[in-house]
């Protein structure tokens, strides 16, 4: 490093040292920028996956139902889960339907994961509790009006179906077979107790089923068979999940996917609305933050005419004046975006943990684009003004016109 | 004197005082847009919620959910009926405006080529009017708005107001596959209480079960099924206001609220009040909120509202650190104009006066600027996003010059105290 570069360096921070009041307003106005580009880039980047989880509150967006005739059975199903990856897919809930009857009155049971199920439907509304144990069952609140079940109650399912020459009757108790006299076929009417642990309020044809967990429809059918339906609740915007579905509904899989349209077209026009609102309003303040911080930068610059003046009375050429003020300025930018890319990381932190209550996906790329935009906003800044003051005549300055 | 020297600044330092009045302004504009577009959000996320079709249902009150169990086996026997003409009773109600489209809903199951097909009366691009007490309440309603999912694969929508004397129908894809229907062709399906001739216009595809389904005119529904002027069913499609703890409290037995919190649940959009307000406009109805749009809708719309506020509050910060940073640094550039005015005689407080005046002056006509401005932007942000205007708020004026002013002094009294302490003669003399 030779002796005229040493100075150059020597002369840049010296006066950024020794004008330090000036140097603080100018660098608070370039830190004040970069925390708002780097907080609002970033959250922009994080709404739609932020987002996107919110609205996994409409439940299920894709169902797979059996391909052909029979069931759904349990490897197909983890097959076919297992082509959206794991941190996208949120839940499945298995439902196996079987016509039953309580107090007499048919009604529609469905076997489910009560584990699961408010992860497909969040929606649901339970008065008393979800089942946890085997025997407790949850009732839609239609059932509940008609036969007049409360929660707490304890209710008798029966489950009436033909017993041919191919059932396993080992597990029947004979009390419960009986033959119809004039067609001479033998039925079965199992019973199985239930324990009434809540009602579910949705709004909907929810209502209208009872639901126990898969282990007790088993129990109540005597058989164990696959899924009718399954429903999926898959973080995923539209185009991404109808590829997916595409491909499950190409492989060898034994199902059918099928998108829940009413819900994946009506996120994809909502989300995309709210991305390009947060997209708009990030560029809008940004425009205006930077022209902020131009001003600031026009008006330290500015003040220092006479100091630019009494350089050239001595001879320093206007290339060597511009380049020192220049760099005092890109110093300022690149520390200015340091501090504000840290800054702006906790505020978009602070927005996420109290919007969505979770962490912000650091982004480092977001980091040395912060450095740059402020480097090129304060260096254009400095531009204009420091071209205008040293093209003055130095006389003119220093005698203070 | 004193406006002497004030207008004196103006005239031979308007460049930096410029300078400060396009900072504020900018700072302002910001503000006025995050204000006015941080208030206006709620209700344009709400429309486009709306997507999502009904939040509310109506159906008779005491419509036998035995019909529905039953219908395993038997069959329809549904037996209540909501009347036809009280449906414009919806249009009476307090939260009116609120309801953005509604449209009956009748199912029946009819016979298509000795097969049995789910069939669904409604009403399409609806035109109704409703006569009350000598007011006239018009509405163009229909499902069209209540299944924006829809794709139309074939054709178009059913247009009810189109004049030949054919009856019109829509068929869901999944059936128009299996019988090879197409735009165009005639249908003949039979009810328990005559046949009619469906011309389809248009397949469209629901992704759900919706796809086995005919949709037609209520009219034609209800030849077919012999219930004039009965209804089974009513979407109805609300905008509302995110529950809280009062709405829960009133979801419970609105009897149970005081009288001051009954007037303002009643009085607020919840939409546990419109099924309320649906029900004392049709007795004989049972409105119910759809859970899975209902509470989806509130908390969509919560996140929403904070983050904006969360973003305006960052966009203000920045904007009033960015005004007050100018005009500190606007008052130490004149340093040597204010000792000159101390040697000279002048008193610490008229001096503060005269630099506070100046910067007021110039802020508030930099705030005005920047209002306007920021009606610009905020505008620009609802036509570009929603396609529709955002409105302004006058509280946001209010709030905007209050900001502007306050930053301002804030922004100046330090600095113009700083430069007070200092002697005369060593500012005077070059030696800061």
Redesign the interface.
């Known amino acids: 490093m030779n002796k005229k570069h040493r100075m150059f360096i020597r002369m840049v921070m010296a006066s950024l040292v020794r004008r330090r009041s000036r140097m603080i307003v100018a660098l608070l106005a370039v830190v004040v920028g970069a925390t708002i580009l780097s907080g609002l880039e970033m959250i922009y980047y994080d709404v739609p996956r932020q987002m996107s989880a919110q609205f996994r509150s409409y439940g299920a967006n894709v169902i797979f139902t059996p391909s052909g005739e029979g069931y759904i059975r349990p490897e197909d199903l983890e097959k076919g889960a297992a082509q959206f990856s794991s941190e996208e897919l949120e839940g499945y809930t298995p439902y196996r339907y079987e016509n039953t009857k309580i107090h007499n009155m048919p009604v529609t049971l469905a076997g489910i994961d009560f584990d699961s199920v408010l992860k497909t439907s969040p929606y649901w509304h339970i008065s008393g509790s979800m089942p946890s144990l085997d025997g407790e069952t949850l009732v839609g609140a239609k059932v509940a009006e008609s036969l007049g079940i409360k929660e707490g109650d304890d209710i008798t399912a029966v489950n009436t179906f033909e017993v041919t020459s191919e059932t396993d009757t080992s597990d029947i108790p004979s009390y419960e077979l009986y033959t119809d006299p004039e067609s001479g076929e033998t039925y079965c009417d199992h019973e199985l107790d239930l324990h009434v642990s809540g009602i579910l309020e949705t709004g909907g044809s929810e209502e209208e089923y009872i639901y126990v967990s898969l282990k007790d429809a088993a129990a109540l059918t005597i058989s164990e068979r696959g899924y009718d339906i399954v429903e999926l609740s898959v973080a995923a915007m539209q185009d991404e999940l109808s590829e997916t579905v595409e491909k499950i509904n190409g492989s060898s899989v034994g199902l059918s996917a099928k998108l829940v349209k009413r819900v994946t077209a009506s996120e994809s026009t909502v989300l995309t609305k709210l991305q390009s609102l947060v997209f708009i309003v990030t560029s809008v303040v940004l425009v205006l933050t930077m022209i902020c911080v131009a001003t600031t930068m026009t008006a330290v610059i500015t003040e220092r005419r006479k100091e630019i003046g009494l350089r050239k009375a001595l001879g320093a050429l206007n290339s060597s004046i511009i380049a020192e003020f220049m760099s005092e300025g890109l110093v300022l930018g690149g520390f200015g975006g340091v501090i504000g890319s840290v800054f702006g990381y906790y505020f978009a932190q602070f927005v996420s943990m109290n919007v969505f209550s979770s962490s912000i996906t650091f982004r480092p790329l977001l980091i040395p684009i912060t450095i740059a935009a402020s480097v090129l906003v304060t260096g254009l800044a400095c531009l204009i003004p420091i071209r205008s003051a040293v093209d003055v005549d130095p006389a003119l300055v220093l005698k203070g016109e | 004197m004193f406006f002497r020297m004030v207008r004196g600044t103006f005239a031979r330092q308007w460049k930096?005082m410029l300078?400060i009045a396009?900072?504020v302004a900018?700072?302002a504009?910001?503000a006025t847009?995050?204000l006015n577009?941080m208030l206006g959000?709620g209700d344009k996320?709400n429309e486009?919620?709306k997507?999502?079709?009904s939040n509310v249902?109506v159906v008779p009150q005491s419509e036998?959910?035995?019909s529905?169990?039953?219908n395993?086996?038997n069959g329809d026997v549904q037996t209540e009926f909501i009347s036809q003409d009280k449906l414009g009773e919806l249009l009476t109600i307090f939260w009116a405006n609120n309801i953005t489209d509604f449209a009956p809903v009748n199912d029946t199951t009819v016979t298509l080529d000795s097969s049995e097909v789910k069939l669904v009366g409604t009403w399409f691009n609806h035109h109704m009017e409703f006569v009350k007490k000598g007011t006239t309440y018009q509405r163009d309603t229909g499902i069209i708005n209540l299944r924006?999912?829809?794709?139309i694969e074939e054709g178009g929508w059913l247009d009810e107001q189109q004049s030949s004397g054919d009856e019109y129908a829509m068929v869901g894809s999944q059936l128009a596959k299996d019988k090879g229907i197409s735009a165009g062709d005639t249908l003949r399906v039979k009810g328990e209480n005559g046949e009619e001739e469906l011309v389809v216009a248009g397949v469209f595809?629901?992704?759900?079960d919706e796809d086995d389904c005919i949709y037609t005119t209520l009219s034609a529904e209800q030849r077919l099924t012999g219930t004039n002027d009965l209804i089974k069913k009513v979407e109805v499609s609300a905008i509302t206001s995110p529950d809280d703890e009062l709405a829960v409290k009133a979801a419970r037995n609105p009897s149970l609220l005081s009288g001051d919190e009954y007037d303002l649940w009643y009085c607020t959009a919840y939409v546990s009040s419109i099924c309320f307000q649906i029900q004392e406009a049709i007795p004989e109805a049972s409105a119910?909120?759809?859970?899975?749009?209902?509470?989806?809708e509130g908390?969509?719309l919560e996140?929403?509202q904070?983050?904006?506020t969360?973003?305006t509050f960052?966009?203000l910060?920045?904007?009033t650190?960015?005004i007050s940073?100018?005009v500190?640094?606007?008052v130490?550039?004149r340093s040597a104009e204010l000792a000159l005015l101390k040697a000279v005689g002048a008193k610490n407080g008229q001096i503060t006066l005269l630099v506070l005046t100046e910067i007021t002056i110039t802020s508030i006509i930099g705030a005005a600027a920047g209002y306007f401005m920021g009606y610009a932007?905020a505008q620009?942000?609802g036509q570009?996003?929603?396609s529709s205007s955002i409105e302004m708020s006058g509280m946001v004026a209010f709030i905007v010059v209050v900001l502007v002013i306050a930053v301002t002094l804030v922004g100046s009294i330090p600095a113009v105290r700083m430069l007070l302490r200092l002697r005369p003669s060593e500012v005077l003399h070059g030696g800061h």
Do not use: H, P
């Open positions: 930096k300078m396009v900072t900018l700072g504009s910001i847009a995050m577009v959000v996320i486009e919620l997507t999502y079709g249902t036998a959910v035995i529905k169990l039953y395993v086996e924006s999912w829809w794709d595809e629901s992704g759900d119910s909120a759809v859970r899975q749009i209902a509470d989806s908390k969509i996140k929403t904070l983050l904006m969360l973003i960052l966009s910060l920045g904007a650190l960015g940073n100018l500190t640094s606007g130490m550039e932007f620009i942000i570009t996003v929603f």
